[in-house]
């Protein structure tokens, strides 16, 4: 299932648990990502978010996946193939290929 979550962010889910990223993260599609995601982590344990489609994101992108982490605490979100944007605030705020934790 393909979900439209800004003007320019599209997420599929090609398996249970699993939300791939495609376009571009930053304001426009924060809050509709937020609430994908927690969708999704309402129904599995453990959810990977594969970002290896994203050509950008910024601060507001990594700020939808903490807050969906905190909010679920019971639930490992997982991040993988951040783009550079995307993995330079990771790596600053020492989540780097981690799972987020829950707070």
Do not use: I, K, N, Y
Not at 12 to 29: K, W
Not at 54 to 64: I, K, S, V
Request: with cysteine.
């Amino acid at each position: 299932m393909t979900s439209l979550l800004g003007p320019l962010l599209r997420a599929d889910e090609p398996a249970p648990g699993e939300v791939r990223l495609c376009g571009e993260l930053d304001v426009c599609g924060e809050a509709a990502l937020a609430a994908h995601l927690e969708a999704v982590a309402a129904r599995h344990d453990r959810v990977v978010v594969d970002c290896a489609g994203l050509t950008f994101a910024d601060l507001r992108g990594a700020r939808a996946l903490l807050d969906v982490a905190r909010r679920r605490p019971r639930t490992a979100l997982v991040v993988r193939r951040p783009p550079p944007s995307l993995a330079v605030v990771l790596a600053f705020l020492d989540v780097r290929g981690a799972p987020l934790p829950g707070q």
